[in-house]
């Protein structure tokens, strides 16, 4: 059982910057892959980004695509989300998820782990 740990939520405005990041309570182990996705009031919940543990691929929404960055630290074991030139529509609760599978895990079923969860708002 993986816990996942997300901080560095909060409140910026609209072209500001935030870093998220997610902290597994084990190791993470090759093969998994570690995501982002995000739920804004009363909308599905939906992919942001996804970052393969032990080859680094990443992939992004083209909603956010140029202005977020993934990366991951093997060594800290951590995950994080740079977040730059944010709007609006950003405005969500954001969540870290891990899951092991093939394709491109995308999708939320793509996650067997969750974070609780940290709200982003931008304020316009």
């Known amino acids: 059982q993986v816990q996942l740990v997300e901080s560095g939520g909060g409140l910026v405005q609209a072209g500001g910057s935030l870093r998220l990041s997610c902290a597994p309570s084990?190791?993470?182990?090759?093969?998994?892959?570690t995501g982002w996705f995000r739920q804004a009031a009363g909308k599905e919940r939906e992919f942001v980004a996804n970052?393969?543990?032990?080859?680094?691929?990443?992939i992004y929404a083209d909603s956010v695509q140029g202005r977020f960055t993934i990366s991951r630290d093997k060594a800290e074991n951590t995950m994080s989300l740079q977040m730059n030139n944010l709007k609006p529509e950003d405005t969500a609760v954001y969540y870290c998820?891990?899951?092991?599978?093939?394709?491109?895990?995308?999708?939320?079923?793509?996650?067997?782990?969750w974070g609780q969860g940290i709200q982003v708002t931008v304020s316009s």
């Open positions: 084990s190791r993470m182990l090759a093969g998994i892959a």
């Open positions: 998820a891990a899951g092991y599978g093939s394709g491109s895990m995308t999708r939320r079923l793509d996650y067997a782990y």
């Open positions: 970052i393969r543990w032990n080859g680094g691929n990443k």
